[in-house]
């Protein structure tokens, strides 16, 4: 089972790919830099956080997009 991430990360990261969502994609670390640009966090711990959460949200974009790709295909 996994974790369950605080509101507040889950806004801020949200927040950040609806205003910033071409600068994401599925790799941590390249998220994690940044989050560190785009956004002002203090705490490294809550930056990963942050970012580990976004790069899941890209993950599940890209497989849905894929999955969208594929029924389109089929038809």
Excluded: H, W
Excluded at 16 to 39: I, P, S
Excluded at 55 to 72: H, L, P, Y
């Amino acid at each position: 089972m996994g974790r369950i991430k605080q509101t507040y990360i889950k806004r801020i990261a949200e927040k950040l790919v609806e205003d910033y969502g071409k600068e994401f994609g599925t790799d941590f670390d390249k998220n994690k830099k940044q989050v560190d640009e785009l956004c002002d966090v203090r705490s490294k711990p809550i930056r990963n956080k942050i970012a580990g959460y976004i790069t899941r949200v890209m993950k599940i974009q890209e497989r849905e997009r894929k999955k969208e790709a594929a029924v389109v295909v089929a038809q």
